[in-house]
């Protein structure tokens, strides 16, 4: 699954469309979920604790983090790196 986390214009709300490829959601196929955020901040946390899965690789436990793209201010999705964003979503310490 794909999500993309993008800002409805009429309610300044954060809405996550979720489809089976990049593609649906760029062609707009994806189903929107029935929550609302008001922060992409918000929408992004709520899809890493529901979303993200524990992996076994032999000795060792990994999170795999949901596929997840954005809408940035040039209006282009792009892809969210849940590694490189980590002081993002959890604050500055």
Known sequence: MK???????SS???VITVGESYNDLK????ENR???????????IFLKNNF?????LADRKYI?????WYYSR??????FNWHTNKTY?????
Request: glycine share 8%; hydrophobic share 30%.
């Open 34 to 44: 029935p929550e609302w955020f008001s922060t992409k901040k918000e929408a992004l």
């Open 64 to 68: 795999e983090h949901p596929s997840a």
């Open 27 to 30: 062609e707009g196929l994806g």
């Open 12 to 14: 300044k709300r954060w």
């Open 52 to 56: 993200s899965k524990e992996i076994d």
């Open 74 to 79: 040039s209006g282009r999705p792009h892809p």
């Open 3 to 9: 999500y993309l986390v993008w800002k409805e214009e």
């Open 89 to 93: 979503l959890e604050g500055a310490k």
